[in-house]
């Protein structure tokens, strides 16, 4: 499809073990974003990569958050020892230029929801 | 506090009325602003996006703001049932790529 594509669309984990999440970002897109959305929140900002240069990763709340875009297409965003609180949907936002936000807006996936038993 | 605040509803107007949607801001350094629409279970997608101060209008939707009040608003003409969503700002400030978005507004219209 054209658009960002993200899997799984649902996952489901004990307290403890270790997730992957991974995105398709629109083909050609430079940036790629994750999120972070709570329920009945909006989304949080986690990381931002360029290509695959992760050039911000000021909203990962932990260090058992890691994302990772080893040749700057698909991105995996991996949470160890996962917790409850870690429950939420993750989108996968892409933009197609690494300048500034003029005319180059985010487009996002339908979003993983994990649920942390 | 949050850096955006945004009144979560839910906003129930009948099919046909103009529908006001409202975000207020702290930092003043935000210069993109984003409003973004989100069906249940579905990823955000982008409506409006202006740049400052200033209107903007597209189709049945116009953005306002006004930097100097610290204030932004979506603003939709004669609303229909598909309009039934959650309605999110979003900003950002120059020189940071991550967005900044509001917790929501969800709207209901009644047909």
Redesign the interface.
Known sequence: GAG?SQSPRYKVAKRGQDVALRCDPISGHV?L?W?QQAL??????LT?FQNEAQ??K??LPSDRFFAERPEGSVSTLKIQRTQQEDSAVY?C?SSSKGQ???NQ???????T?LSIL | QKEVEQDPGPLSVPEGAIVSLNCTYSNSAFQYFMWYRQYSRKGPELLMYTYSSGNKEDGRFTAQVDKSSKYISLFIRDSQPSDSATYLCAMQHPGRRALTFGSGTRLQVQP
Do not use: C, K, N, T
């Open positions: 960002v940036s974003f999120y009945g929140q909006g989304p949080e900002f931002y050039l911000d000021s909203g989108l936002a500034s936000l003029s807006p985010q487009h996002f996936g339908d979003g929801r």
